[in-house]
């Protein structure tokens, strides 16, 4: 079958005035920033040849928020409840990469309780995150139903982290040093029961959503992202590992006390389609969900008695000079770069945003496709704007 | 225009035989009953999850971060919650104490050696990020878990925590 379409056939010719009223053009179409399929405020330009995109253009800084800036006027503590705000749905994970960074240029100690107990978060708020990801595709495509079942096992884990941090989403929790409170063995039982309960639910919901064949015929070679497209875009996380590279920090470049446990990698593997569409990374963030509860079931044996807040100075003052630090986020990596001027706020504080890069994929990903494969490629990709614009 | 401009459809045709024809069939109405069973059995065996809200409150946990609330009569006007904010919505004004004043102490023993003047949070501005409660030395200052506190205007928001309508409402809330 031939599948190359010609837009613009001359059906024109000049000496026809007929043609010339009938002449056809591209339909520019804003989608967004309102748009329910978009994940927040996201706008994108597309241009049409009746449905299908030729060519999309993302805008940004809908939701920009001057954090870099703002960050250089508030002290080192200051930062965290800005960080949080960055990626809203994994806020623990933002957290963790900050506090890491300002530790390591501090020299501070964290005691081991508060490493497995920063594991254990991250990788809950992982599976929430990612449980958001599965509820927001399927609404994308269609499916309401899975969006509730999703939510009902976040709101566990939401609920948890409410009871040690106090807040539902915007934590402030992981701290210069440590953590804020500490877990009592009753919550640590709770998280084990819910692990128990979390992976027959999450059998369940593979079988309900990834399995169906109306979800397969959406997804599978939708929104192909090869190996070498994704690593010239700098793709990261389960994007670039639905793309079938076997890259995840936890495992390459280990930080916190990630080297303790024993996970394998998800990689995408086409099972359905062509590798690295749209199914292959919605399978490897829901595999990765379970990975994510081996870890948690490995630091819940590992966890040891103890204080959970190091020796900090009461007034942070970081030595003259500068930082990268990198983790893995759930959306991908994520990069603090801090340079210091031996102040008590930072001098600098740039973020490498993986949903940055991978909105810029966009483009490149959109021509030839149907609106509605675009909704899914933009669902597939897992953006939060907060995170992009910053 | 855009007479030259080709795009290629990402479609895979492959060519449809009579058996994979029925095949398709056949796994969709799978994987249709295959849903629909997991759909009905949380119809009729799984308990209600959701909370009708105003008619059911959720108790929320007790370190819960909602409206702050500063007891007056415990703060010995350190500031520390003010620099430690980083919105900078506390604004906190005090005067020095007269010498002949009778002297107080708060509750922990603290003496207090200025006059509060001014103790408002503007909790429009508030980010509910909890780091002026862990700075305050006598504990005076903390988060409720008061959270219907909606208003009309913005001006509303700004609470004086010397009114003597806050401290009223002080005994309904503090733990």
Known sequence: ?390 | MHADQDVVTQDHHEELTLKKYFNNIWVAVRSLIKGLKITSKYIYSEPTVSIEYPEVREVLPENSRSRLFNDAENCISCLQCATACPVDCIYISANKRDKEAPKIKTKDGTPIRLDLTQYTIDTALCCYCGLCTTVCPTQCLTHTTDYEYATYTLGQMKFDYLDPEIRRWRDRIVK
């Open chain 1, 1 to 390: 079958m031939d599948n190359q379409i010609v837009i613009n056939e001359n059906i024109e010719s000049p000496n026809d005035p007929e043609s010339e009223r009938l002449k056809t053009e591209l339909l520019t179409i804003n989608m967004g920033p309102q748009h329910p399929a978009t994940h927040g405020v996201l706008r994108v330009e597309i241009q049409t040849d009746s449905e299908i995109v030729v060519k999309a253009t993302p805008h940004l800084g809908y939701l920009h928020r001057c954090f870099e800036k703002h960050a250089e006027s508030v002290d080192y503590r200051g930062v965290i409840p800005f960080v949080d705000r960055m990626d809203y749905l994994a806020a623990m994970n933002m957290e963790l990469g900050y506090s890491i960074a300002v530790e390591k240029m501090l020299g501070t100690e964290v005691p081991i309780r508060a490493e497995y107990i920063r594991v254990i978060c991250s990788e809950l708020q992982r599976i929430a995150s990612h449980l958001m990801y599965f509820g927001t595709y399927a609404i994308d495509l269609g499916a309401f139903t899975p969006f509730l079942y999703a939510f009902q096992e976040r709101e566990f884990i939401l609920r948890i982290f409410e009871e040690i941090s106090g807040a539902r989403l915007l934590y402030n929790y992981f701290w210069i040093g440590g953590v804020w409170n500490d877990m009592t063995s009753d919550q640590l039982t709770r998280i084990s029961n819910f692990l128990d309960k979390m992976d027959g639910e999450l059998d369940k919901y593979h079988n309900l959503v990834g399995l169906n064949k109306i979800f397969i015929e959406r997804t599978a070679n939708v929104g192909v992202l090869d190996e070498d497209l994704a690593y010239s875009y700098g793709a990261t996380g389960p994007v670039l590992r639905g793309s079938g590279v076997d890259w995840d920090l936890r495992k390459k470049r280990p930080y916190s006390i990630y080297d303790k446990f024993d996970f394998d990698v998800i990689v995408g593997k086409g099972l359905q389609g062509k590798l690295g569409d749209c199914w292959d990374r919605y399978y490897v963030r829901m595999m990765e969900m379970k990975e994510s509860i081996k870890i948690i079931r490995q630091a819940l044996e590992g966890i040891e008695d103890g204080p959970v807040m190091g020796k900090v100075p009461k007034i942070i003052k970081l030595p003259e000079g500068e930082i990268y630090l990198r983790t893995e986020c759930p959306r991908g990596e994520l990069g603090y770069h801090i340079i210091s001027d031996g102040g008590k706020t930072p001098y600098r504080l740039k973020v490498k945003s993986s949903c940055f890069t991978h909105t810029s994929m966009l483009p490149d990903l959109a021509p030839g496709q149907m609106i509605a494969d675009f909704v899914a490629t933009i669902g597939s990709i897992d953006i939060v704007l907060g995170e992009v614009d910053r």
